[in-house]
């Protein structure tokens, strides 16, 4: 039962980890007009485009684990 219970909270915390890798992709959009301003726009594309896909494998890796391990009792 404490196995099942672990499963779930670890892919609840991937969740919660794929959630805050896309709050630091908003904080690097926030920055993007600087980044054009200076002529590095494809610099923070890159890396808001990375810290998406990131957090989208880290969010979908944590609804898997969660869905594997059992419906909650």
Do not use: C, H, Q
Not at 23 to 34: D, G, I, N, Q, W
Not at 60 to 67: C, D, E, I, P, Q
């Amino acid at each position: 039962m404490a196995d099942i219970e672990e499963k779930r909270e670890n892919g609840t915390s991937l969740m919660f980890i794929g959630l805050a890798v896309w709050v630091a992709a908003l904080l690097v959009l926030f920055f993007l007009p600087s980044g054009v301003k200076a002529g590095r726009e494809a610099a923070f594309v890159g890396i808001i485009a990375a810290l998406g896909a990131a957090g989208a494998v880290l969010i979908t890796s944590g609804y898997v684990k969660r869905a594997k391990a059992g419906p909650a009792e």
